[in-house]
């Protein structure tokens, strides 16, 4: 992907990228998420994150200081299956205890996380489309799934 992107076949250029992406300074939050997030978690929603990126992510969620807000992190690397292998989510449903039809997954890639999901049994939201906020993505899993009006 770096030498596609760049047009750039070095090995040490692909190094740097990849060393940049561990440090905690390339990655910031989202607006409202970790108020979102911990209104879910104070409401006993269990949290989790199903991603299809490395080993790097547990730490780089430690570093923005949201890891206590997950029950648990599934890493595509760890589970030998990326979304949207339904593989990847059976993993999800196993460590949070649950069944497909208690869970909603919100994603923003149609076919990774939408479909993946659906595969799975999961409810899926595709983020932009379905839900645009996570204050939204909160309201709309505390009141059942329904899609509430907007004032």
Request: hydrophobic share 45%; charged share 25%.
């Amino acid at each position: 992907i770096v030498q596609e992107s760049l047009g750039c076949a070095n090995e040490s250029m692909f190094e740097e990228v990849y060393d940049y992406y561990v440090q905690p300074g390339a990655w910031t939050l989202a607006p409202g998420a970790v108020s979102a997030l911990s209104k879910l978690r104070a409401a006993g929603v269990r949290l989790a994150v199903v991603s299809n990126f490395d080993t790097r992510l547990r730490p780089i969620l430690a570093h923005l200081g949201v890891d206590g807000l997950f029950d648990t992190v599934v890493v595509s690397a760890e589970v030998g299956a990326e979304k949207p292998n339904p593989v990847i989510f059976e993993a999800a449903l196993q460590e949070l205890n649950l069944r497909p039809h208690e869970v909603v997954h919100v994603g923003d890639d149609r076919r990774n996380d939408v479909w993946g999901a659906r595969d799975a049994g999961i409810t899926a939201w595709l983020w932009g489309v379905d839900v645009h906020d996570f204050d939204q993505v909160a309201k709309r899993v505390l009141s059942g799934g329904e899609d509430e009006d907007e004032d």
